[in-house]
C-alpha cells in the first residue's frame, strides 16, 4: 500500500514537473497581439510589407530586438531625427514597441 502511494506521489510529480517545463513553449507560441499586426502594417507604409524595404528607408525586418527599441527611444527622446519618426515613437506606449517588436521577431523568424 505505501508502494502504491509512493507511485502515486511521484507521479503526480512528474506531471507537474513536465507541465513547468512546457510552459514556456506555450508562452512563445502565444499569438502576436493585435497592436503589433496592427502597428506593423502602419510602419509598412514607410518600411515594406514586413518590414522589408527596399529604399533609403531602413528595413525593419533585419534590426534586432534591441536595436528597434534603442532606434525608438532615440527617436523619442529626439537624439536621433527623422522625418516623421519623431512623432510617431512618442505616440506609441512601451506596450506598442513591445508587440511591433515581437511582431518583426516572427518576420525575422521565418
Not at 3 to 20: D, S
Not at 69 to 93: D, P, Y
Amino acid at each position: 500500500m505505501r508502494q502504491a502511494l509512493v507511485l502515486r506521489h511521484m507521479q503526480r510529480l512528474f506531471v507537474l514537473l513536465a507541465g513547468l517545463l512546457a510552459a514556456p513553449a506555450l508562452v512563445s507560441a502565444a499569438p502576436i497581439p493585435t497592436r503589433g499586426v496592427a502597428w506593423a502594417q502602419a510602419c509598412a507604409a514607410c518600411h515594406g510589407p514586413d518590414g522589408q524595404s527596399q529604399g533609403a528607408i531602413p528595413a525593419l525586418n533585419k534590426l534586432s530586438p534591441e536595436d528597434f527599441r534603442a532606434a525608438m527611444r532615440a527617436f523619442r527622446t529626439e537624439e536621433r531625427q527623422g522625418t516623421v519618426m519623431n512623432q510617431i515613437a512618442k505616440g506609441l506606449s512601451e506596450a506598442d514597441v513591445e508587440a511591433v517588436v515581437a511582431y518583426f521577431a516572427r518576420v525575422q523568424a521565418r
